[in-house]
């Protein structure tokens, strides 16, 4: 992996990913950085969005209709995800018991070095109205 350099844009892009508690794409992110940076440009942050990934800052999920959006992820959380509707709900790891007992199950020497998880569905208010 190269090394690169961490700019005020990226860190700008960073921190408004760090900061919300939504899971934006890159458009969000862009009108939200704009209000720091009022230069920046859409490709500065997707290019930005893209290195943040790589070096494990961020993670990219793949939303309904094949948005991707971003989260910054320091606490083991991990994403459900409506087919209908396209919202992401965040779910804990510690409330996932079994993938724990999955870890007993592992080849000897293994070391899992990072777990992602995706449930993709359809959410309570999408079911409800029977969309």
Known sequence: MAVVRFTKQRQAVLEAVRHTDCHPDAAWVHARVRQVLPHISLGTVYRSLEALVEEGHLVSILGAGDSKR?????????????????????????????????????????????VVLEFHGVCGGCRDLGN
């Open 70 to 114: 971003f989260d910054y992820r320091d606490d083991g959380h991990h994403h459900l995800i409506c087919k209908r509707c396209g919202k992401i709900f965040d779910v804990s790891l510690e409330s996932l018991p079994t993938v724990k007992l999955m870890a007993d199950h592992l080849p000897p020497g293994f070391e899992v070095e990072d």
